[in-house]
């Protein structure tokens, strides 16, 4: 099993930004693509970001492109989640989520393991 645990989460103004982290423990993290997908209320989870084991592939969802940057560090098995000029429609919980697979995936049911996840609220 892997364990992943999200931190950086918070209340932000519209405009501003977050850097949420995600560390593992229990496997080898350098062996699993990363992702991070996020769910407002009332609505599906979605895919925001991923990245590959050696960094040098990383995809993100249309909406968050040149706002947000995905990056890791497996030498500290984390994976990093920088968010700037945050809207309040960015506002969800965030999760990330490794996966163990041979291609990057921007679908969520192909990650297997998952954090509990952030709170991130931008107000307007």
């Known amino acids: 099993q892997m364990q992943l645990v999200e931190s950086g989460g918070g209340l932000v103004q519209a405009g501003g930004s977050l850097r949420l982290s995600c560390a593992a423990s229990g496997r080898t993290f350098g062996s699993y693509h990363a992702g991070w997908f996020r769910q407002a209320p009332g609505q599906e989870r979605e895919f925001v970001a991923a990245?590959?084991?050696?960094?040098?592939?990383?995809n993100y969802q249309d909406t968050v492109k040149g706002r947000f940057t995905i990056s890791r560090d497996n030498a500290r098995n984390t994976v990093y989640l920088q968010m700037t000029s945050l809207k309040p429609e960015d506002t969800a919980v965030y999760y990330c989520?490794?996966?163990?697979?041979?291609?990057?995936?921007?679908?969520?049911?192909?990650?297997?393991?998952w954090g509990q996840g952030t709170q991130v609220t931008v107000s307007s």
């Open positions: 989520a490794a996966d163990g697979g041979s291609y990057l995936s921007t679908r969520g049911y192909e990650y297997d393991f």
């Open positions: 990245i590959s084991r050696n960094s040098l592939l990383k």
